[in-house]
Structure formats: structure tokens, C-alpha cells
């Protein structure tokens, strides 16, 4: 009689088993960080924002771009902030040809964060005053 083998199925059977696998697929090679990728993981599905602050190398960045490789064809978008940041760099370019021709006051967003699935903003607090909210 021949001995059943069981096999991990590349398939989950169930959406509970699903996540499970996604979450274990992602933190491979990272250490104790499992929490914080589910919590990426289901924000990114519920359509929320993450906020992540710790010192460097405790797995910020690559929290953000293991998450992308989850979506297909997710698109990213990452940017080293500092204080001589601009919009234009974030958020992408005024169209010129736009603005003089059609006299419309446009962005060139593509590649740019307004079209990115994942956005990871680096030392968000060196950006200069053009990104404060003025309370």
C-alpha cells in the first residue's frame, strides 16, 4: 500500500491560508518582524495608510518593497526626502506644453507617487516647509 504524501500546495485552499503564506513568504530572511508585516499587508488590502518610525536598518524599506512584489503589476514609488524637497519631485512636473498651450495647470504624474500602489517616503521629517501644514 502505497503512503499518502502531503504536499504544500502552491494554491491556499482558503483566504485565512492565503495571507498566512503571504506574511510567511515576505518575512523570509527577516528577524521578528512578522507583526509588522501583516499590519503592512492588511493595510495595504484595506486601502490604508502605514506609518512606520524606528532606526535605520530595522526593515522599513523593505517592508514597503517586499509589499509591492505581492500586487501584480503593483507600481512604487520611493524618494530619500530632505529639506530641499520639492512637489515637483513627489508628486511629479508641471506640463509646460500644457500650461502655455491649454492654459491648464497640470502634473506629469506618471512614475510619480499619485500612481504609485506603494509609496515609501524616507525621513519624511527632514522634508522642508513646502510639506508642512500650517497649524
Same mark, same amino acid.
Given at each position: 500500500?502505497?503512503?499518502?504524501?502531503?504536499t504544500?500546495?502552491?494554491?491556499?485552499?482558503?483566504?485565512?491560508?492565503?495571507?498566512?503564506?503571504?506574511?510567511e513568504?515576505?518575512?523570509?530572511?527577516?528577524?521578528e518582524?512578522?507583526?509588522?508585516?501583516?499590519?503592512?499587508?492588511?493595510?495595504?488590502?484595506?486601502?490604508?495608510?502605514?506609518?512606520?518610525?524606528?532606526?535605520p &536598518?530595522?526593515?522599513?524599506?523593505?517592508?514597503?518593497?517586499? @509589499?509591492?512584489?505581492v500586487? #501584480?503589476? $503593483?507600481?512604487s =514609488?520611493?524618494?530619500?526626502?530632505?529639506?530641499?524637497?520639492?512637489?515637483?519631485?513627489?508628486?511629479?512636473?508641471?506640463?509646460?506644453?500644457?500650461?502655455?498651450?491649454?492654459?491648464?495647470?497640470?502634473?506629469?504624474?506618471? &512614475?510619480?507617487?499619485?500612481?504609485?500602489?506603494?509609496?515609501? @517616503?524616507?525621513?519624511?521629517? #527632514?522634508? $522642508?516647509?513646502? =510639506?508642512?501644514?500650517?497649524?
Open positions: 500500500m502505497a503512503k499518502k504524501v502531503r504544500k500546495s502552491l494554491f491556499p485552499s482558503t483566504p485565512k491560508e492565503h495571507i498566512r503564506q503571504l506574511v513568504w515576505m518575512s523570509q530572511e527577516v528577524y518582524k512578522e507583526q509588522i508585516i501583516a499590519v503592512a499587508l492588511l493595510c495595504a488590502v484595506a486601502g490604508e495608510n502605514m506609518f512606520l518610525l524606528g532606526p &536598518g530595522t526593515a522599513k524599506s523593505m517592508v514597503a518593497s517586499r @509589499l509591492k512584489m500586487f #501584480k503589476d $503593483g507600481k =514609488f520611493d524618494y530619500l526626502m530632505s529639506r530641499f524637497s520639492t512637489p515637483d519631485e513627489i508628486f511629479g512636473p508641471i506640463s509646460i506644453s500644457r500650461l502655455k498651450n491649454d492654459d491648464r495647470y497640470e502634473r506629469l504624474t506618471a &512614475g510619480y507617487l499619485p500612481e504609485a500602489d506603494v509609496v515609501f @517616503l524616507d525621513e519624511i521629517w #527632514k522634508a $522642508g516647509r513646502r =510639506f508642512r501644514t500650517p497649524f
